[in-house]
């Protein structure tokens, strides 16, 4: 096993990911229970769900089975932050479920607001019931892109009056699909009166056959990560945050407000600052779902995991100490994940590529080692050490295998998509997941070293870089 200097890197690349394979295990196994609400307080909630995001069903339900959990003191506004919902179309879709949900589960006392940067989404959304609120372009604060945005918001609530006690911000992105648990689930939350800002789980079935196989595959590890994210919000500080999926109260974003600076990762600051004003009690999680979509083509996943990496190497140094040591060593893990997959299939090649390229000797020698082989001399040749690491890397390679097939399971749990296909996805999964594992860790492997060259060689000016729109 220790005979080549490649294995030796290989292996090392993969025992550093012992460590968060055994928390991720250990996440599973511990908030499975509340990962998502199942009881959220209404019997023919899944019911209700199922049939609203199968069948995208905007017609009239009854609402006659309301329940307590609905008589909430308090306004939720469900805001979608976007580019431009003339130029994505799917904004329509967010408001529209919102409206459905909210019906279905007879709650009334909210509002959806459209956030945007295009003033022709006035004239796009004029039928549809929902706040349009044009960023102004020549507004400025300490923020960019996004964070520019939902601070605009902020001072717009501000001056309405709508930043108290009372008003609760329930953020969605552009894809975002509410469902009647999401609505059900955020109330109980609120009523229950332990935090002020909580999340659920995200999964991705929507335009899941319409994305690249590779992309929609590579969103599988996301739902199983979120595990995690229990963790993260009720045993704060999170190393981060879903920009979406976030209920705030709005007095709290208020006082936090989104003025970061230059940073990709607002979220992620905005989670951390809530901790560090508020306190570990003022974070929870209210396990209401909320449905998105993969990224449609390999060019936009790299560019949103890109977008999360530097996003965490510009807010590094404003963390304390610990924090940004979790934050350095999960983001390292990430790096060295494609280092180890390039190693990993290196090896694969230079051992099959000659053996298929004589096909007779290699023949010759495979039927003489089977000749050869016995359980008894292969454990007597094999060192503790070799059986030691051997079983370590056996243990990460199946949670890394098993990570894609549960978050397959959730994404496509309400995808409409029918058992056999769900089978050969599966599958298909099972097969490409060296290739996905490459897919998923290349953006990481890119944005630190493009970051860190960067930073050496204009060490002087933050950099803001590029932003790349994701279509949907």
Known sequence: MFDSPLVILAMFFWLSYVPIAAIQLFR????????????????????????????????????????????????VIFQITTRSATRTPVVRRGIESVIESAHVTGFHNYQVSVV?????????????????????????????????????????????????????????????????????????????????????????????????????????????????????????????MHGSNLLVRSDVEDAIGWKFGPTLAEDQMFGFKVYEKYGPGSMGWHGGMLLEQPPLNIRDHFFQRRRWVLGTMQNMDKFPALHRFKLMYK??????????AVASTFIMLSNYIPAALSPASSLAAFEAEVRSFSIANELATTTPLEI???????????????????????????????????VSLHFQTLLLSPVVGLVETFPAFWAMIEYQLKKKKEPQKVQTYDFYVVNK
């Open 331 to 340: 983001s390292v893990t990430y790096f060295l994940g494609f280092a180890s």
């Open 116 to 240: 945007t940067d295009d003033p022709e989404d006035e004239r796009t959304l004029g039928d549809i019931r929902c706040e349009v609120v044009i960023v102004d372009k020549g507004y400025q604060t300490d923020a960019i892109r996004k964070g520019r945005a939902l601070q605009y918001a902020v001072e717009h609530r501000r001056r309405q009056g709508k930043n108290t006690k009372k008003y609760w911000i329930f953020h969605m992105d552009d894809e975002s699909y509410v469902t009647p648990q999401t609505v059900l689930a955020a109330l109980k939350f609120i009523k229950k009166g332990r935090g002020v800002a909580s999340e659920g789980p995200i999964f991705y079935p929507l335009k899941f056959e319409s994305a690249s196989r590779l992309t929609a595959i590579a969103e599988s590890i996301r739902p199983f990560a979120c595990y995690d994210c229990v963790s993260q919000m009720t045993h704060p500080p999170p190393l981060h």
């Open 388 to 422: 030691g690491t051997g079983a370590v890397l056996l243990f990460t390679s199946i949670v890394w295998l098993a990570s894609y097939q549960l978050g397959l399971y959730l994404n496509l749990k309400y995808s409409g998509i029918g058992w056999r296909k769900k």
């Open 28 to 75: 599973l196994i511990t908030n499975r229970k509340v990962f998502v609400d199942k009881d959220p307080g209404k019997a023919t909630v899944a019911a209700a769900t199922t049939t609203a995001v199968v069948a995208h069903n905007h017609s009239t339900t009854n609402n006659s089975n309301s329940n307590n959990n609905n008589n909430v003191d308090a306004t």
